[in-house]
């Protein structure tokens, strides 16, 4: 029996990636190596951890998920690629993101970019739209948008997808909260790490969606990733 060509091997690989995040994340997504100033050294294709089917499997399952989480353990990359993932193949899918601040917001899609730039593919999908706070892959039309916490933040909009990074740090979380939520028809994923104490009246707030969650209180899958998760 013939073996497959390179492209048809290729064309293989996208079925499976367009019908599983999962197999997407673990085969398909190369992240930035950075060095302890942040500078890129280069890419490391994604290091798979126990936590991740966890995190796929949680992302699957549930409409609602609030994540509680230890630092460096790489969910803003995760989150970045299942929203590339979305954007790629799920025709005419709005995500947006809000950060703490432009800067945040900025990186986020920086994350986004850098994964799609890098997929070890012939060529990268084509961008219809590409700055610094939106992504539009052209042949799905699969957008991606960030926004800073303001109090306007994701207004205007009808989200199929919704991620709040870091919220327990977002100056107006609970004012965002209240936009996006209402302007989202399918998924809503809020996550962070926690905060401190100059701005502990936000972080209450994640506090306060997070505990509700685990107490079942208000439609959210509480989820708590600690750093022994590494």
Request: with cysteine; charged share 15%.
């Amino acid at each position: 029996m013939p073996q497959p060509s390179p492209a048809e091997q290729h064309a293989a690989e996208i079925v499976k990636a367009a019908k599983s995040f999962s197999y997407f994340l673990r085969h398909h997504v190369y992240i930035a190596d950075r060095n302890p100033a942040g500078d890129v050294q280069g890419t490391i294709q994604w290091q798979w951890w126990p936590l991740h089917d966890q995190l796929c499997a949680d992302l699957a399952n549930h409409n609602r998920v609030i994540i509680g989480k230890a630092r460096q353990l790489g969910i803003s990359w995760a989150l970045a690629a299942y929203l590339v993932w979305q954007a790629m193949f799920r025709p005419n899918s709005l995500a947006g993101v809000v950060s703490a601040g432009e800067t945040e917001a900025i990186e986020f899609i920086w994350k986004c970019r850098f994964i799609r730039d890098h997929l070890p593919y012939p060529d990268p999908p084509t961008l219809a739209t590409d700055n610094t706070l939106e992504l539009e892959f052209a042949a799905s039309h699969g957008r991606i948008l960030g926004f800073p916490s303001t109090p306007k933040a994701g207004r205007g909009y009808t989200f199929t997808t919704f991620v709040a990074d870091e919220a327990a740090f977002h100056p107006y979380a609970a004012r965002n909260y209240a936009a996006y939520s209402a302007a989202t028809e399918g998924q809503i994923i809020i996550v962070s790490s926690g905060g401190d104490d100059d701005r502990r009246a936000v972080t209450d707030w994640f506090q306060r969606m997070w505990t509700g969650a685990a107490q079942g209180n208000n439609g959210y899958h509480a989820v708590f990733y600690p750093w022994s998760a590494r």
